[in-house]
């Protein structure tokens, strides 16, 4: 399963390039069966989830191919319309694959997908999203079966805005006749992507990013090229890493703009923060103070995907932060972890109030999920000692040569 060995309080220093956001390229490989010509993706991260989605693709009669960072997916003998049940249980985002294989097939079968480490997540809003199309959906036995044989376009309202309901249905309206509106949709930049994608293979979808979703049904799209946007989760990851550290780093390849509520909050417990066009510096000179509140919220609010990075720098800021996370209803488990490092935390429901000491301390500890697994190396570069986390495959779902990428900043971890 893994495990990192760092020895914390050395200083991050450098640059560092993050590469291509995971929530872009999944769904991004999903829309690709939309398509029946060559597709190429650039800049994709080589992660589990990515490999995972290949396979996926191959199981439906996709030709996919991987060479480092580039994907070439051609979708052309796509031939099958149930999604492999083993696959829905090992990687929940596989249900992206629903909304584009239902617009190829018009029939599709896919499996409920399990609970996981961070919550239940339930995907009824994808469903009730689909079937607002005029999708007829039963459930039977752990299936999901979709006859889209009379789907239409239409007004489709999302109770709330989840990104992979919205992602779903934006691509089961792709190549359906008519206009299709997406009323409240998740506004995060992995959708604007989403549609840079697609329009650049030949869709006609606007809005993305704001409150409504429009797209203009095509008869078909076309093959081509396209750089994936690059991880701002993986940058956040860099920068509150080199927070507590004291750090000088700048993370490159990322659009800062997608960052502020982050920077906002980094700047808040007295980091300095320099932007460029498509990079962050991050530097430390005064002492971290508490942060007074990180309220998690789709975006434009504070992304869940970064509470847990952000809970292990306020760890080490003087005073008291306070988060709440509202978005997933188990996502604290590194609380308890941090915890044998030395850190002061209080849990309440959704509720962590985090009392700041000077250092933490090298402990044995555990990744329980991906992101919470980013916060346990982050902690363990401040920690006084050897710390060890276990269980690092979950760190590997999102990093790409993470403990690489930490050493070419100064960082001393190793990975067995
Ligand atoms: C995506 C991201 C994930 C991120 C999350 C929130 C990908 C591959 N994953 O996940 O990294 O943490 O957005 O920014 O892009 N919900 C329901 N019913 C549904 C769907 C969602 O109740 O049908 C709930 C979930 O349980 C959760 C909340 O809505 O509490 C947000 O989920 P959603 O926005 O759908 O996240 P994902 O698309 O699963």
Redesign the pocket.
Known sequence: MGTYTICGEKRLKGEVYVGGA???V??ILAACLLCEEQVVLENCPRLL?VYNTASLMRSLGCDVKLDKNTIEVNAGNLNKNELPKEYSEKM??S??MLGSLISRKKQATAYFPGGCE????????????LSQMNIEIKEEGGKIICDARDMKCGDVVLD????????NVLMAAVLTEGQTIIHNP?R?P?IVDLQNFLNSMGANVSGAGSGQIIVKGVKKLHGGSYKIMGDR?VAGTFLAAAAVTKGEVTVTGIEPMYLQSVIAKLEECGCTIKTYEDAIKLSVKNELTEISSIVTA??PGF???MQAQMFALCCVCKGTSIIMEN???NRFKHGAELTKMGANVTIKDRMAIIRGVDVLKGASVDAMD??GGAALVIAGLNAKGITTVNNTHHIHR?YEDFAEKIKTLGGDITED
């Open positions: 995971k929530n872009a999944l769904p989830d929940r985002s249900i992206f961070i919550g239940m997540r339930p995907i009824d809003l994808h469903l009730k999203g709330y805005p989840s990104v992979g309901a919205t992602e998740a995060e992995e989760i789709p975006y992304p869940t995907d978005v997933f209803e991906l992101r999102g």
